[in-house]
């Protein structure tokens, strides 16, 4: 399958078939490891749900069904956890991939897609037993590789693990461009994310905000690198009385709980856990602030920005400059805990909404960016029956 330089992230929706003809993915296998409260895991359900509202036959194939965003699973979807169950743990992604082929015999679906790397060693050892013949996508959630690593061993690694499948899909040109180093341009196409709900209010029909408050969100883990917003935070407390919440859970709570101790922070840093739903959040802060050391494409950031919520970001992702076009949405900034500070002080000090992108809301609307999505698969479904 080719994708030429100038491949849309967002194209026509699902080709328009006669009416008594199957579509050419009426049979869509996802796999999920499991169900953690993850933007990769998250993304990928709100497209199982919108691909059965649109007719297809859509199954998610895990290890296990434990985690939060099980319930976010639309009863239109099948799941079906492998037997036995597999948890996370050592070599438990090549034991998932052998045991998707096994379900890829049982199912028969016309394309399987994984939502993100995370899955890429699931997929090479599903290559590896698969026989079937079907159609196989992986999303590009996070850099193949990290700023730090290169040369000829980063390369061969890329190479094992993604030599059987037939398209990529990247998160925005720039991704995909970024991509397109270590992976042959051909296989890698570009589709903007299911982010916004197509209901989506707009930003003036938010409830007041809260003039002192700043969130972050995401899983504690050191990708997302909250000990550099809780530093910040130190810096801005001689300034500001205003308080950061951080929503998510992970192996770094500990670690940070004692951080915030040490710098005498408690009543200007909160470690709320899990929430099911960040919208509410979001509509009451001045600012989101978002501290990692690498991303893909941040699907929190977006959300927020659609709440006419400023933010506050460190230089982590190829992707920002197509998620921040526009003065006053906030800014990009040095990953220093005080220039994150003086930028935090800069935005809580304008007091007022910010201006929305509708483009922004356009292209990642639930319905639309899913319907982009399966025209892809479709299209890859075709091209690999010829």
């Given at each position: ?125 599903f290559g590896l037993r698969n026989r079937s013949g079907t159609a196989t996508l992986c ?173 506050v970001v460190t230089p982590c992702s190829a992707s920002l400059s197509e998620i921040l ?62």
């Amino acid at each position: 399958m080719k994708f030429p330089l100038s491949d849309p992230a967002f194209p026509a929706a699902p080709d328009t078939l006669a009416s008594d003809a199957p579509a050419p993915a009426s049979r869509i296998l996802i796999v999920l490891h499991d169900f953690p409260a993850g933007g990769t895991e998250r993304v990928a359900i709100r497209l199982a749900n919108q691909w059965a509202r649109m007719g297809r036959e859509v199954r998610i194939f895990c290890g296990t069904e434990a985690g939060p965003l099980r319930p976010l699973v639309d009863p239109l979807v099948s799941v079906e956890q492998a037997e036995p169950v597999l948890p996370r743990g050592l070599f438990s992604r090549i034991r998932l991939g052998f045991a998707l082929a096994a379900a890829v015999e049982r199912f028969r679906p016309d394309a399987v897609f994984a939502p993100g790397n995370f899955h890429l060693p699931v997929m090479a050892a599903f290559g590896l037993r698969n026989r079937s013949g079907t159609a196989t996508l992986c999303k590009i959630s996070n850099p193949l590789v990290h700023r730090d690593i290169s040369g000829w061993f980063a390369r061969r690694v890329v190479r094992l693990l993604t030599a059987r499948i037939d398209t990529f899909v990247a998160m925005s040109p720039a991704l995909r461009a970024e991509a397109a180093r270590w992976i042959d341009p051909d296989r890698v196409a570009a589709r903007w994310e299911p982010l916004i709900p197509t209901a989506h209010a707009p930003a003036g029909e938010r409830p007041e905000r809260d003039p002192g408050l700043i969130v972050a969100a995401g899983r504690l883990e050191p990708q997302k690198n909250f000990g550099l917003a809780i530093e910040a935070m130190a810096h801005l407390s001689r300034w500001s009385d205003a308080r950061l919440v951080i929503l998510g859970e992970g192996s770094e709570r500990a670690h940070l709980a004692r951080m915030i101790g040490r710098l005498g922070l408690h009543e200007r840093v909160t470690l709320m856990g899990h929430v099911r739903d960040v919208a509410p959040w979001f509509e009451r802060a001045a600012c989101y602030l978002m501290t990692s050391r690498y991303e893909g494409y941040p699907a929190s950031l977006v959300e927020a920005l659609a709440s006419g919520v400023p933010a506050v970001v460190t230089p982590c992702s190829a992707s920002l400059s197509e998620i921040l076009p526009a003065d006053g949405l906030g800014g990009i900034t040095p990953a220093d805990a005080g220039a994150i500070a003086d930028a935090l002080r800069t935005v809580l000090r304008r007091q007022r909404l910010e201006a929305i992108d509708p483009m922004l809301l356009a292209r990642h609307d639930e319905e639309r960016a899913a319907g982009s999505y399966l025209g892809l698969i479709d299209r890859c479904v075709r091209e690999c029956a010829v």
